[in-house]
């Protein structure tokens, strides 16, 4: 091997660059779209054949190109958006880099026309294999016209990493949808062979149900919030929309499509008490902050960014998403709809109104009232009926009646049965009682964690980064009922655990502590450890299948329900209760057909 130094031919970095840049015919076609954006384009035209392996074509009628930076724009490190190093610090555009057209030049047969609003005819330039040639100006409306041609075909062994058409056709539909809700002032259609996706400007209920699905506004929280010179806008979808996937996660930070573990870890912890396991929510979330707190030139794909608080950010998100789920009651979504082609999620919005209270409301404890059923298979045992409010007033106004209704029934001991303004609510009782009993033990707990001196202390090697966090965390870890001390250069004692979690595994908790820490510069594990033993003290609390509980009880366990934070799904994840409106039952009926 030859060990003097050479430099690269100018044609070599190129396609070094595009291999940052120009990953599959998705990222390409991600590029062509940014450049529109920065353009100021309002439509935006996308044309693939075969994947965008064969084809693609990408036209907006933005700004346009001054015919005199034709060459430019497709030469390396030329760009329009940043001029000094200081401007590395305030981007605001989506590009900046000036590799992508140079990229694309090296791997690819490149046309771009472009047409000025001082011209009357575009003008085009033409690159292959890095090699380009000015073009007689030809007729363009006002804009840019790029088009890519049998991609990769100068680097064979580039093109056999691809994968099939129909694959790569899915990545560029995804990044194409990604863009969209980026920019909902901004038109864009895309044509894939048969498939044709045409996003109108405008209106973001519309796209938000073209690009994700179409109940999901209505399944959704609206979130807003600001503190510090963050802000937080969007929708969560309600725990009940969430999918087997995470294909319907949507981030953007200043605009910027990104990929972040931090924002990731923040969501998954909102979310950790609502969810149910393996499932993934679906969400849209804009965060803004200043240009200055974050480094989009981190990667060359700019996916990933680089917050300068990175802790904060961290809580922010946590926070507010935390907040606005918690926040949800009955009243404000409705639960899942039982329907014979949909048993497990509905859809659509159930609309409640009225007071969530009622007089003959008590507290509702575990105690021998709760007796257990009568043996036998007698229809008394297993279908019990009561007189409820409901009943007694047929007719009355449905704003008085509270958003889960009456009960009116108990069905195998397992489930109540309520009538309420909609319609039949069916309330799984052990799920319901079990988030009760949770969240109240949750608010006794919340005022801190208690620690408890290890009467031997723990000495645990780890390694010399986490021990020199140890030393400069111990504030916050101290509020989590953790004592921490360093022993030495990559040695720590432990001293003091939360009372309720010194029989577990504590070297264990430890490490994950000081993991979270490190990589998000707080940590959730401890509380987390501890409100999964407060679960579980919930769930074995709680009323048990096969209890019978009188009218005024089941009342009351609804009336909890819609004071409770997280009401409508348990600890696990589970909805603690489903509706059938009277329209759905009419359907199964045939009433009225």
Not at 545 to 559: D, F, G, I, V
Not at 562 to 580: A, D, I, K, L, S
Request: hydrophobic share 40%.
């Amino acid at each position: 091997m030859n060990t003097r130094i050479h430099r690269l031919s100018s044609f070599l970095a190129d396609q070094i660059a595009a291999g940052e840049v120009v990953e599959r015919p998705a990222s390409l076609v991600k590029e062509l779209l940014e450049n529109s954006l920065d353009a100021q384009a309002g439509y935006i035209e996308i044309r693939i054949e075969q994947g965008g392996i064969k084809r693609v074509m990408v036209r907006d009628d933005g700004v346009g190109i001054h015919p005199d930076d034709l060459a430019l724009a497709v030469s390396r490190h030329a760009t329009s958006k940043i001029v000094s190093a200081e401007d590395l610090h305030l981007i605001k555009s989506l590009g900046f880099r000036g590799e992508a057209l140079a990229s694309v030049g090296s791997v690819a047969r490149l046309t771009v026309t472009s047409r000025t609003a001082d011209y009357q005819t575009g003008f085009p330039v033409e690159v292959v294999g890095g090699r380009h040639s000015d073009l007689g100006p030809r007729a363009h409306p006002q804009g840019t016209t790029v088009e890519v041609e049998d991609l990769f075909f100068n680097t064979p062994a580039r093109r056999k990493f691809l994968k099939t058409e129909r694959t790569e056709a899915q990545y560029i539909d995804q990044i194409v949808r990604r863009l969209s809700l980026a920019q909902f002032d901004v038109g864009f259609d895309l044509t894939m062979g048969k498939t044709h996706l045409r996003l109108p400007p405008g209106n973001v209920e519309q796209r938000l149900a073209r690009v994700l699905m179409p109940n999901f506004v209505d399944r959704s929280i609206a979130v807003d919030e600001a503190r510090d010179g963050m802000q937080l806008n969007g929708w969560v979808g309600l725990p009940t929309l969430s999918r087997n996937a995470n294909d319907q996660q949507y981030f953007y930070v200043n605009g910027r499509v990104v990929y972040d573990k931090l924002i990731a870890h923040a969501i998954r912890q909102a979310y950790r008490d609502v969810l149910f396991h393996g499932r993934h929510p679906v969400f849209v979330l804009y965060l803004k902050t200043l240009a200055g707190a974050v480094d989009v030139n981190v990667h060359p794909t700019k996916h990933e960014v680089r917050f300068a608080d990175a802790r904060a950010v961290h809580d922010f998100v946590f926070g507010s998403l935390n907040r606005a789920l918690r926040d949800v009651r009955p009243e404000d979504a409705g639960a899942p709809v039982i329907s014979d082609t949909q048993a497990a999620y509905g859809t659509g919005r159930a609309t409640y109104s009225g007071s969530t209270g009622s007089g003959q409301q008590t507290a509702l404890h575990l105690s021998s009232r709760f007796a257990p059923t009568h043996g036998g298979g007698s229809a008394s045992g297993v279908f019990e009926r009561f007189s409820h409010p409901l009943n007694a007033a047929a007719g009355s106004d449905s704003s008085e009646v509270p958003p889960l209704g009456y009960a009116i029934a108990q069905l195998h001991g397992v489930y109540i049965l309520a009538q309420n303004a909609n319609g039949l609510v069916v309330i799984d009782m052990h799920a319901a009682h079990e988030r009760i009993t949770y969240e109240k033990l949750k608010s006794q707990h919340q005022q801190g964690l208690t620690g408890q001196r290890l009467l031997v202390p723990l000495v645990m090697d780890v390694s010399e980064a986490e021990a020199d966090m140890v030393e400069s965390t111990g504030e916050a870890m101290a509020a989590l009922g953790m004592m921490i001390d360093r022993a030495g250069l990559a040695t720590i004692t432990v001293r003091e655990v939360p009372a309720a979690l010194v029989s577990g595994d504590i070297e264990a908790m430890t490490r994950d502590l000081l993991s979270d820490f490190l990589e998000y510069g707080s940590s959730r594990s401890i509380r987390d450890r501890h409100d999964d033993l407060l679960a579980t003290m919930a769930c074995h609390g709680s009323v048990r299948a096969n209890r019978t509980l009188s009218a005024p009880e089941m009342n009351t366990l609804l009336r909890e329900m819609e004071r409770t934070e997280n009401g409508g799904q348990c600890n696990h994840g589970r909805p603690t209760f489903m509706v059938q409106t009277m329209d759905d039952l009419d359907r199964l009926f045939l009433r009225g057909q």
